[in-house]
């Protein structure tokens, strides 16, 4: 009788791990599913900066515009947002200091990085496309960090 006790105990601790096991599998893979999702999402949002007119695509995208920032139906709580380097007053700034966007830097080709105002003049256009949800892990976020260029 003891024998079987024993038996079912240790069977009873192999199936709670197993469960446990199974448990965090799914939690992972719901995980890696939002993450998936939400960099597709952050390719859609290039792909539609990508197709609007260079010289236009600051104006269109950037701080006040109704493209910059919208809601993501498809992750809970989503946003999206087009972040440029940026000063106090909005404008494309050269000496904005961010490394992930390779800022400071000479983004209308005049030969210095000093101009507090290029957002009509700009040949390089620094751009991070920002999304943040809630997850069952908790918030999120994922960052898609690129640099578009005029075409000559």
Same mark, same amino acid.
């Given at each position: 009788?003891?024998?079987?006790?024993?038996?079912?105990?240790?069977?009873?601790?192999?199936?709670?791990?197993?469960? +446990?096991?199974?448990?965090?599998?799914?939690?992972? +893979?719901? &995980? $890696?599913?939002?993450?998936?999702?939400?960099?597709?999402?952050?390719?859609?949002?290039?792909?539609?900066?990508?197709?609007?007119?260079?010289?236009?695509?600051?104006?269109?995208? #950037?701080? #006040?515009?109704?493209?910059?920032? &919208?809601?993501?139906?498809?992750?809970?709580? #989503? +946003?999206?947002?087009?972040?440029?380097?940026?000063?106090?007053?909005?404008?494309?700034?050269? @000496?904005?200091?961010?490394?992930?966007?390779?800022?400071?830097?000479?983004? $209308?080709?005049?030969?210095?990085?000093?101009?507090?105002?290029?957002? @009509? @003049?700009? $040949? /390089? /256009?620094?751009?991070?496309?920002? /999304? +943040?949800?809630?997850?069952?892990? #908790?918030?999120?976020?994922?960052? /898609? $960090? @690129?640099?578009?260029?005029?075409?000559?």
């Amino acid at each position: 009788m003891l024998e079987v006790l024993i038996a079912v105990a240790v069977a009873a601790i192999a199936l709670m791990g197993t469960l +446990t096991a199974i448990a965090s599998i799914m939690r992972l +893979t719901d &995980s $890696n599913h939002e993450q998936s999702l939400a960099l597709n999402i952050a390719r859609q949002k290039l792909a539609e900066l990508q197709i609007a007119p260079f010289q236009s695509a600051f104006a269109l995208f #950037g701080p #006040g515009s109704p493209a910059n920032s &919208s809601s993501v139906a498809q992750l809970d709580s #989503g +946003t999206v947002k087009f972040v440029f380097p940026v000063n106090e007053s909005g404008k494309l700034d050269e @000496t904005v200091i961010d490394e992930q966007m390779g800022m400071p830097s000479d983004l $209308n080709g005049n030969g210095n990085a000093t101009d507090r105002d290029v957002s @009509t @003049t700009y $040949n /390089l /256009l620094p751009v991070r496309i920002q /999304l +943040t949800w809630k997850s069952p892990n #908790g918030p999120r976020e994922m960052s /898609l $960090n @690129t640099v578009l260029t005029k075409m000559k």
